[in-house]
């Protein structure tokens, strides 16, 4: 837990210029404020108390690269504020908010205009009198931008009138808000600021295109070693069939001569049988002629 107080007295009037740009600014305000702070590596809240009283005012104009800007404000407020902040975060995501109670007494005004190649920003408000009133902003990040939106409510003796929009591109990241203030005795105050990285849109691209790849390459992988293990189970198969007609082809030409060979051998058999039985009949006619019971040898 971390605790803070001071005690700050301006008086400061300044001057600035360079080749692209210049400016000058006024402070005669006291401010005061008091706070603590306690949160670990994921979340944190803080409470401060502040007050401030005097005039501040300031211009700046000129070039920032391709870039024209215009900025002015002036404060002769009293004003006294409590803020509560927090955030909390996990794995490139994360959230924050704040809350901004206020009494607020005098006038201000602020412009600001910026154009160039990194887009449009515009924005300018005027308000006087005294109110007070309760502001809210809430954030999302997350790995490719961010949304910031905020809305306010003030109440008392108060004319005021402001608002605004921005759309900028900067290194990669696009952001785009409106902003708008409406304040006669009683004021509401919207905000909304959408920021998009695509830095991080193209790499979550690329990592995607590369994903895509990889799991392509090894979809075509595994269709080339199911192709070759078909080929080679077709092949196998083709072996194995081509083996089995050749012995079918031997069984059934061993099963032809071997019964080629029974047929001759049968044939062998039937005509010795003819040749035995011819040869016992011809004796039998012989023995028969020669018998004493044939009438030719009776004389």
Known sequence: MKKHARVKQNQTVETHSDETSGGASI???TTA???????????????????KTGTEASVDGGLDGNNVYVEANYSDTTEVHVTVEGQASDEGFGVGGSVDAYAKTGNEASLEVRAGDEGVVANGSVSAGTSVG???????????GSVTAGAGVSVGEQVGIGGGGEATYVDGVATVGVSGEVAVLLGVDVDLSVSVDTNQIAEDARLAAEE????????????????????RLAAESRRIAEEQAAAAQRETERVARETQA??????????????????????????????????????
């Not at 990889?214 to 992988?221: F, G, H, L, S, T």
Request: charged share 35%; net charge negative; hydrophobic share 35%.
């Open 33 to 51: 404020s008091a706070g603590v702070e306690t949160g670990d590596e994921n979340a944190s809240i803080g409470i401060e108390v502040s007050a």
């Open 27 to 29: 402070d005669t305000t």
């Open 212 to 231: 895509a790849e990889r799991v392509a390459n090894e979809a075509r992988a595994q269709a080339e070693a199911a192709q070759r293990e078909a080929d």
């Open 262 to 299: 029974a047929a001759e051998a049968a044939q062998r058999e039937t005509e010795r049988v003819a040749r035995e039985t011819q040869d016992a009949l011809n004796r039998a006619a012989e023995d028969a002629k020669r018998s004493k019971w044939n009438p030719k040898n009776w004389f």
């Open 134 to 144: 309760v502001d809210g902003e809430g954030t999302a990040d997350f790995r490719e």
